[in-house]
C-alpha cells in the first residue's frame, strides 16, 4: 500500500506571496492532519480535516488554511508568507479521526524557504 | 494546553549500552501516547503507541516505553542499542482529539560503533 504523499517536496518562495502544499493520504484513509516543523518550535499541530471537514485547529494565525477534497487529498494554503513560515510542513493521514485512537502516518513533509 | 517535555535534547552512547528517554506530559485526563522516530533522511514512523490496558508496551525494533500515569510519563527504553538506532525521536501525546498530537521537542540520539 503506498504511503503518504507531500507535493512538491520543495518550495522556495518570497515574502507576501502565497503558496499551496497538496497531501495524498494512504488508500482508505479518511483523516487528514498537517503539522509545522521548525527548529525553535518543533512539531506544531496546524488542522485536521475529516470527510471534507476541519476538525480541530491549532495556534496559528488565519493566513493558515486548509481544505480536504471527497477523495481525502488535502491542500494547506498560506498567504502573506513571512520568513517566519519557512519550515518544514508534514502531513499525517489516519483512517479515523484522534478522536477515535487512530494512529497517523507522516509523509515526507514539504520544505518550504521564504526568502 | 497540552505541553510535552522531553529531558534529553542531545543523547550520545555506545553500541550495547541501555537507552532510556524521558517524556513528561502536562494533561490529566485521559491520554493517548507515542512515541516516533525520525532516521536521517527519513520521515517520521510510529515506533510504539499506547491507548489503554498494560502500560508496558512493546514497539518495533526492540524498543518498549512505560506509561506511569502517577507521574504523568511514558519513558521510551532499549536494552541494548546499535548504530542504525543513530535517530531523531519524538514523544507525542493526543487528548483524544483536541488539538491534534503534541509532540515533544525531540532527542537526537547518536549511537558510537
Known amino acids: 500500500k503506498a504511503g503518504v504523499t507531500q507535493t512538491p517536496r520543495y518550495l522556495i518562495k518570497t515574502r507576501g506571496q502565497q503558496v499551496t502544499l497538496s497531501c495524498s493520504p494512504i488508500?482508505?484513509?479518511?483523516?487528514v492532519s498537517w503539522y509545522q516543523q521548525t527548529p525553535g518550535q518543533g512539531l506544531q499541530f496546524l488542522f485536521e480535516?475529516?470527510?471534507?471537514?476541519?476538525?480541530n485547529k491549532g495556534n496559528f494565525p488565519g493566513r493558515f488554511s486548509g481544505r480536504q477534497f471527497s477523495n481525502s487529498r488535502s491542500e494547506m494554503n498560506v498567504s502573506t508568507l513571512e520568513l517566519g513560515d519557512s519550515a518544514l510542513y508534514l502531513c499525517a493521514s489516519s483512517l479515523g479521526t484522534s478522536w477515535d485512537n487512530n494512529e497517523q502516518f507522516f509523509g515526507p513533509g514539504t520544505r518550504l524557504t521564504v526568502l | 494546553a497540552q505541553s510535552v517535555s522531553q529531558h534529553n535534547h542531545h543523547v550520545i552512547l555506545s553500541e550495547a549500552a541501555s537507552l532510556e528517554l524521558g517524556c513528561n506530559y502536562s494533561y490529566g485526563g485521559t491520554v493517548n501516547l507515542f512515541w516516533y522516530v525520525q532516521y536521517p533522511g527519513q520521515h517520521l514512523q510510529l515506533l510504539l503507541k499506547?491507548?489503554?490496558?498494560?502500560?508496558l508496551v512493546k514497539g518495533i525494533k526492540g524498543f518498549e516505553a512505560e506509561f506511569i500515569k502517577s507521574k504523568f510519563s511514558f519513558n521510551l527504553r532499549k536494552p541494548s542499542v546499535q548504530w542504525s538506532d543513530t535517530a531523531e525521536y519524538f514523544c507525542?501525546?493526543?487528548?483524544?482529539?483536541?488539538?491534534?498530537?503534541?509532540f515533544g521537542k525531540g532527542t537526537h540520539l547518536i549511537i558510537q560503533p
Open positions: 507525542a501525546v493526543s487528548q483524544g482529539g483536541a488539538d491534534g498530537l503534541t
Open positions: 499506547y491507548f489503554s490496558g498494560d502500560p
Open positions: 480535516y475529516f470527510s471534507e471537514t476541519q476538525r
Open positions: 488508500s482508505g484513509h479518511r483523516s
